[in-house]
């Protein structure tokens, strides 16, 4: 009988591919490195054909590993498909998640139809706080699960998936060509903020906080009247925004790394069942952005 391809190295596969970096994909299924290379290649024995090629510092596919990632990607999500279906479908009760809504407007519908399908018997309730918020509400006991955009002020994060991010304006006006760069950013503690400004200084750019605001619709809002310009990752752009590259002299942004955070406090089947529909869900969403580029 043929042998199968393994579902965890596949994992590892795509995780690579999305990084471009087997020392951050490492970061993100949580293995070593020498570990994911030993993974790489049973795979590349598998299937008697290389996947990966040197592009500078970078991991590159090669036109096998671009076959191969279109049916590594289905594989993984039948996979997690399969088990939720036969799930505990008896769970009953109530769990709390956490989510910025930096994110929420983007990721929670599909998991919340995923997860109210899988388990109508679970009241799940939501709270929007930024993600600095979020860590205390964990560490209070108020919520059993939170998404948030990991850091080194997140211990305990479980890095799930990575996004690019952007500088992003008005695809009807020019705030940033202005001398004094306009911005429209979170409060002092949010990540993004940290990251934006601390380019901007590294590049000697002159800028002007325009508005400070830890709600994203505001930011948003400044961006779409033309009066500001933000960082935001791939997953939050919005119709009527354009982003803004090097070619308009603005510096390259650290990715995005977004995680999930459970409760010290206690584990539960409840928790353990959304997070995994957590991820499925984003994961979901990662292919249809793929899909639309």
Known sequence: MTALLDVDHLRTFIAIAETGSFTRAADLVHKTQSAVSMQMKRLEERIAKPIFERDGRASKLTEDGERLLDYARRIVKLNVEALAAFGDEDLSGRVRLGVPDDYADRYLPEIMARFSRAYPGVELSVICEPSSELMKLIE????????????????????????RLYWVGSSRHSAHAEEHIPLALGRASCAWRVAAIDRLDQANRNYRLLYSSQNAGALSAAVLAGLAITVLPESGLRPGMRVLTSAEGLPDLPPCRVGLVRNPHGSSALTDALAGHIVQSLDNLSEQAQAAE
Do not use: N, Y
């Open 140 to 163: 209070r006991d108020e919520i059993d699960l939170a998404i948030v955009t990991a850091t080194k002020s997140s211990p305990g994060a479980e890095t799930f998936r990575q996004e």
